[in-house]
Nanobody, 124 residues
Framework: QVRLVESGGGLVQTGGSLRLSCAASGRTFISYVMGWFRQAPGKEREFVSA????????YYADSVKGRFTISRDNAKNTVYLQMNNLIPEDAAVYYC?????????????????WGQGTQVTVSS
């Protein structure tokens, strides 16, 4: 069992930056694929980014490539999402997700463990 707690959301102006953090419990964090998803009101939850167990492979949605960076610190059981040059379309609740399976990355069905979410608001 893995417990995930996100933090770092907030209100930012267009062009601003935020860094989200996701703290995970459990000694097996190092073996987990970690992902970030987001959900805007009235929309489906969508993939944002993912990272494999050692940070050697990262994955991004086209909409955030070049602006967002995912990273992890296995010593701290924490994964991060650095978000730069934010635009109003990035506004959503951002969720951290974890998977013990080294398989899919992009679907919500690939991740059995989820955090409670953190709100990101971008003003124009």
């Amino acid at each position: 069992q893995v417990r995930l707690v996100e933090s770092g959301g907030g209100l930012v102006q267009t062009g601003g930056s935020l860094r989200l953090s996701c703290a995970a419990s459990g000694r097996t964090f190092i073996s987990y694929v970690m992902g970030w998803f987001r959900q805007a009101p009235g929309k489906e939850r969508e993939f944002v980014s993912a990272i494999n167990w050692d940070g050697g492979n990262t994955y991004y949605a086209d909409s955030v490539k070049g602006r967002f960076t995912i990273s992890r610190d296995n010593a701290k059981n924490t994964v991060y999402l650095q978000m730069n040059n934010l635009i109003p379309e990035d506004a959503a609740v951002y969720y951290c997700a974890a998977s013990p399976y080294n398989m899919g990355r992009y679907s919500t069905y690939d991740y059995p463990y989820w955090g409670q979410g953190t709100q990101v608001t971008v003003s124009s």
